[in-house]
């Protein structure tokens, strides 16, 4: 909706600005080639007033009617406000009244030039209009008016303000839905992206905008192009990467067995070599069964049941495992802070995202320093959210890596170097497992020492009354 707004406001400023310089060039353009519209308007209404008033006045004239004649011109007075005068072919005024020097010579003017002749004078227009009588004997008619008599009045001010109103509203409807029409496959494309961003391999927009007859179908189209071929590329990189790892899993049983066998016979000199040789199995191992299980995470887990989960005691349950493996390393993992929460998923799962962000806090912590884990509930936004937050003691990470850390198969130089044990996975399918009940997980180096990991899951709410904690 911000995006169709700004170009609603674009196009609507843009029309206006365009229409503006239409009819500021319009007006220049007539008053440098003296054809104002208004003084046109006046012009041709005093020269049809005058044509028509002065046949009947020559015609009153040659009948000897001076009476008829001097009432015609101020009836025309009277009705309109032209003060009109009728003048002989030499000039001499018939009615019998003394005409303005203006007049005279705006009457004057006619017999060299044309059939009407018009001017301005002040305040006032100028009007000639040369007449015929019988046989061709010429008169001349010549008038002035008053400029505010044709200046529009108050209700045609309005009628103009209500028109330009009109013209408002109506060129505001039309920037919308022009503006909607553009911007709503653009909006359904923005948030397609934003969608297979996050992993949903499934989405495509052509349905909404694919339909449309221009560039921003054909856009739709590329992008429905693009958003299949990432998904099948994806799809055969997961269905290759679990074979090879179900593959491994059979040598390396095999591996496993030979490895004991050469134990019987090998020499205390032979040990220490099928001691490497076992621990770079069990690392393979282990770096198999991780790969299948984020293998699995890739795939789809929405038709798998999800029930209500205690998290109060996962995590107690997950705290009291590792601290059990930390201290043979002179480290610690404390349940800093809990309070008893909920949420809906797969126990395994979870228990497994967890955990791993325990464990590679526990491999990175200092020795002689202890894993800090809270559990806190928060139910001030929609949905209330369960927040943990895992804190260590080590090196921390440096800051262009942050985003970085949750990729498969990544590690930061000097810091998740294979030494430590780590296959580069843990992270990642920690993300994948809480991305699927929802949640989400972050990074940050802590203001004085160490590594912090914040955990959210949308919280299991059985009564209104708790919503209200």
């Keep these: 909706m911000k995006h169709r707004r700004g170009i609603f406001i674009k196009m609507f400023i843009w029309f206006w600005l365009v229409m503006t310089v239409v009819i500021t060039i319009t007006i220049l353009i007539d008053r440098f080639t003296g054809t104002d519209p208004r003084e046109r308007m006046i012009h041709r209404h005093l020269e049809i007033l005058l044509s028509f008033t002065g046949q009947t006045a020559v015609e009153l004239h040659e009948n000897g009617n001076r009476a008829g004649l001097s009432a015609k011109l101020k009836g025309l007075k009277s009705s309109t406000g032209i003060k009109a005068f009728l003048f002989s072919d030499d000039l001499r005024e018939l009615q019998g ?40 004997q010429p008169y001349f008619i010549a008038g002035l008016i008053p400029l505010q008599n044709f200046l529009p009045s108050t209700n045609e001010t309005l009628f103009i303000f209500q028109r330009l109103a009109i013209a408002l509203v109506i060129s505001c409807l039309a920037c919308y839905l022009l503006a909607r029409y553009l911007t709503v496959p653009i909006i359904r494309l923005g948030e397609a992206a934003r969608k297979l961003a996050t992993g949903d391999l499934t989405v495509r927009i052509s349905p909404v905008a694919g ?23 994806i799809t055969s990189q997961q269905q290759l990467l679990g074979n090879i790892s179900h593959e491994l899993r059979s040598p390396l049983a095999r591996l496993n067995v030979a490895l004991e066998l050469a134990r019987r016979v090998s020499t205390p000199e032979g040990e220490k070599a099928l001691g490497r040789i076992e621990w770079e199995a069990e690392r393979l191992n282990e770096l198999i069964g991780r790969l299948l299980s984020f293998t699995r995470l890739e795939g789809s887990w929405e038709e798998v049941k999800k029930e209500p989960i205690d998290l109060q005691g996962l ?47 526990v ?72 991305r699927l009940h929802g949640g989400t997980i972050k990074a940050a180096n802590a203001a004085d020492e160490g590594f912090i990991i914040e955990i959210t899951i949308p919280l299991y709410v059985t009564s209104p009354l708790r919503s209200l904690q």
Excluded: H
């Design 315 to 361: 995590i107690q349950d997950i705290v009291d495992d590792a601290d059990f493996e930390a201290r043979s390393r002179n480290r610690e993992v404390r349940l800093v802070a809990s309070v008893a929460c909920s949420v809906i998923g797969i126990n395994e799962l979870l228990r497994s995202a967890i955990e791993n962000v325990v464990r590679n806090a």
């Design 211 to 233: 339909n449309r007859w221009d560039e921003l179908g054909e856009l739709a189209k590329d992008f429905d192009l693009m958003a299949e071929r990432i998904s099948s590329l």
């Design 363 to 434: 491999r990175y912590t200092r020795e002689g320093t202890a894993v800090e884990i809270t559990l806190q509930s928060d139910y001030r936004g929609a949905p209330p959210l369960a927040k943990i937050r895992v804190r260590d003691y080590g090196p921390g990470v440096p800051e262009a890596a942050l985003a970085c850390l949750f990729r498969p198969f990544y590690r930061v130089s000097g810091v998740r170097e294979r030494q430590t044990g780590g296959t580069g996975l843990g992270l990642a399918i920690a993300e994948r497992a809480l």
């Design 97 to 136: 009244e003394s005409a303005p020097k203006e007049v005279i010579e705006l009457a004057s003017r006619i017999r060299k030039e044309s059939k009407s002749v018009f001017s301005n004078f002040k305040n006032k227009a100028l009007g000639a209009v040369k007449l015929s009588g019988r046989g061709g």
